[in-house]
């Protein structure tokens, strides 16, 4: 089992910045994916960004070129850096890890949530 705590979720006026962050209660391994999600009211859970153990990354396209994910192994933790934020970001931002400890199993992971609203 495998325990996601995120935080620096808040309040943002529109064209502002927040910093995300989730600490797991484990090592980041080579076959773990990290990532991060968003549900907005009334919507479903949306891909934002994730990132490898070999640094790659992928981003929504809604947030490309504003947001940037990156991980740091020794804290066992992976970041989400917003900028430029707007009304349409406002939502429940989740950690994911997605583990894969052999090729034959899946696992995955979900932190509680940190809200972030962005409103002028």
């Known amino acids: 089992q495998v325990q996601l705590v995120e935080s620096g979720g808040g309040l943002v006026q529109p064209g502002g910045s927040l910093r995300l962050s989730c600490v797991a209660s484990?090592?980041?391994?080579?076959?773990?994916?990290m990532g991060w999600y968003r549900q907005a009211p009334g919507k479903q859970r949306e891909l934002v960004a994730t990132i490898t153990s070999g640094g790659s990354t992928n981003y929504a396209d809604s947030v490309k070129g504003r947001f940037t994910i990156s991980r740091d192994n020794a804290k066992n933790t992976v970041y989400l850096q917003m900028n430029s934020l707007e009304p349409e970001d406002s939502a429940v931002y989740y950690c994911n890890l997605k583990s894969r400890p052999i090729i034959e199993a899946e696992y995955n992971y979900w932190g509680q949530g940190t809200q972030v609203t962005v409103s002028s």
């Open positions: 484990r090592s980041i391994f080579r076959g773990d994916t």
